[in-house]
């Protein structure tokens, strides 16, 4: 069975590790420094308004974490959720988790207009898992302007 619970100060290391493996894997197409894990770590301590990350467990333990930003669309007519990253052990994936874990966002906001999120055209196998779970291609072109 698995369990989902909001992230935890004694979860950093754990979490840490799993975001490296995250960001070295199909999920992403570059590496994010360690430095921004500690920022999302202490904002989602300090406040849910905005972020959340979500530790994934079952019987054995944690076997991944969900990490999503909640804003306003006026697109969307209402609340948008961006599911950010979506993580499991390789030892835990292709037990029906990632099902789970959409089915417990949807519950967990009803409110919300919009649920949405990216995946690298690599990563054949989440694309699959978000096709069938209805989500569809967004057929905008994408930019970014990071700043230091």
């Known amino acids: 069975m698995l369990h989902i619970r909001d992230i935890r100060k004694e979860d950093r290391q754990e979490f840490f590790a799993m975001a490296k493996e995250f960001y070295g894997g199909p ?5 994010v420094p360690e430095e921004h894990f500690e920022r999302t770590l202490q904002e989602c301590m300090r406040s849910r308004e905005y972020s959340r ?4 467990e079952d019987e054995t333990g ?7 930003a909640i804003t306003w669309s006026n697109e969307a ?3 948008a959720i961006w599911l950010e990253e979506l993580f499991f052990k390789s030892s835990c994936r292709g037990k029906g988790y990632g099902t789970k874990v959409f089915a417990w966002v949807e519950k967990e906001y009803p409110q919300a207009k919009r649920f949405r999120l990216e995946a690298t ?27 230091p």
């Open 62 to 68: 944690v076997v991944g974490y969900f990490l999503i």
């Open 53 to 56: 990350v979500l530790m994934l």
């Open 27 to 31: 999920a992403c197409d570059h590496d």
């Open 121 to 147: 055209y690599t990563n054949k196998r989440a694309i699959a898992l978000y096709e069938r779970l209805g989500y569809e291609e967004l057929h905008y072109y994408q930019m970014i302007k990071d700043r």
């Open 77 to 79: 007519g209402g609340m």
